[in-house]
């Protein structure tokens, strides 16, 4: 079966992530640039990874490239392309313009030129041309420009990858399901081992952890995908596809998976969300306050099994976007560290924040700091080790002269 080329987009610090995945998945020739993967794969693997993927946002198909000096250009670049043999006319589609250094003054105006080099196209074949959704189209065309080059990509995931179709409920700036799931990965926690998020939001660390315990593919829950509107998909691939990964998943259970948060909203959120995804038996969630939190309790090993009573703490606080918010999370830290150092012993904590100060206010010295970005934020997981007392060496005091009894006089 003959290779397409493709591109995976993903949280930008996430790349190394992706790119084992997608390996694991059966793709090939992975190449690593800012926001993505470039690789090559068939059609069926293109498939699997988007069922697959937790880290991916996207999987883009390469359809065409070219160099480019004016408007014009890109025009020519994508009337070329037979797009009626790519997609049916009967297909709603939008065009999407991205863009890094790019001399032309708007990209709107790229939008318009590529929309209608598509709609060319099928007019001259049909006499017809394919209608506009801007809201939810079946079909995605991505055009995405350097400062002197156009690549056009047609979409084969359609909603962007991170929307499982697990959660309903949701709080505040509710963190995106790729980016959680590679924070888990980066934490190095195993299912099965104990996982703590003490302020667990809508629950989003919480039901990565869930699918991933139970080898829950991350798209089985979606309603259709991008590639099933293209004129290369391939339904009985598909279908074998996807009832491989119904057989695979494991059925829901309890699990060490603890999640807490002192706002009731947020306990509420995360709690609709395990039901209505079915996991409502596997993870156990309170409201608490993180202050006043200890260590879940787990169960006693079975005889002969060993269990590790340590685990892994992740947490994704707020930032503190305004000042008054920014002075009480500086007096919020310094609490968090001394629950950490008196209650956590052991455990290995990890805090997904864009206030750079956390961890120096924590007082405990982060063993590894990893760039991550929230979207266009930038920001830090930043991993603490949990030892009892404080994680910072105590100073040798100076021998004192004075002390040593063989310089005193009888």
Not at 131 to 140: C, F, G, L, M, Q
Not at 146 to 164: I, N
Not at 343 to 364: C, Q
Request: hydrophobic letters at 40%.
């Amino acid at each position: 079966m003959a290779l397409e080329r493709f591109f995976a987009t993903a949280p930008r610090g996430l790349e190394p992530l992706l790119a084992d995945e997608l390996t694991a998945q059966g793709a090939t020739d992975c190449r690593s640039v800012a926001g993505g993967i470039q690789f090559r794969a068939d059609w069926p693997t293109c498939y699997r990874v988007n069922l697959e993927s937790r880290i991916a946002t996207r999987v883009l198909w390469l359809v065409a490239d070219g160099f480019y000096r004016e408007e014009d250009d890109i025009y020519k670049i994508a009337a070329k392309q037979p797009w009626p043999s790519l997609f049916e006319l009967e297909k709603t589609f939008r065009v999407v313009t991205t863009a890094i250094r790019c001399p032309l003054k708007s990209l709107d105006f790229v939008t318009l030129r590529v929309k209608d080099a598509v709609c060319d196209r099928f007019r001259d074949l049909y006499d017809k041309r394919p209608n506009i959704d801007t809201r939810e189209p079946e079909v995605r065309v991505h055009v995405f420009l350097t400062e002197d080059h156009c690549t056009l990509y047609l979409d084969t995931s359609g909603a962007p990858l991170w929307q499982r179709g697990l959660r309903h409920a949701n709080v505040d700036a509710p963190l995106k399901e790729n980016l959680a799931a590679g924070i888990l990965k980066l934490s190095g926690w195993q299912p099965d081992q104990p996982l703590l998020d003490p302020m667990c939001g809508s629950g989003t660390f919480l039901l990565e952890a869930a699918c991933m315990s139970l080898d829950m593919a991350p798209g089985l829950h979606r309603v259709k995908f991008g590639f099933e509107n293209l004129s290369t998909f391939d339904a009985a691939a598909w279908s074998d596809i996807r009832e491989a990964a119904l057989r695979r998943q494991q059925e829901p259970r309890p699990l060490p998976l603890f999640g807490s948060d002192i706002d009731p909203h947020a306990v509420r959120a995360t709690k609709r969300n395990l039901q209505e995804a079915g996991l409502g038996n596997v993870v156990k969630v309170q409201e608490a306050d993180l202050l006043s939190l200890s260590p879940p309790e787990l169960p006693l090993p079975v005889e002969g099994k060993v269990v590790d009573r340590a685990g892994t703490l992740v947490a994704n606080p707020p930032y503190g976007e305004r000042i008054g918010e920014q002075d009480a999370l500086a007096k919020l830290y310094p609490a968090i560290g001394d629950t950490l150092k008196k209650r956590f012993a052991g455990w290995n904590s990890y805090f997904f924040t864009a206030d750079l100060r956390m961890a120096k206010l924590l007082g405990l010295k982060p063993s590894r700091k990893t760039p991550l970005f929230n979207g266009a934020l930038e920001c830090r997981l930043f991993e603490i080790k949990v030892i009892a007392g404080s994680n910072r060496k105590e100073k040798p005091i100076p021998a004192d002269p004075s002390a040593d009894l063989s310089l005193k006089q009888p």
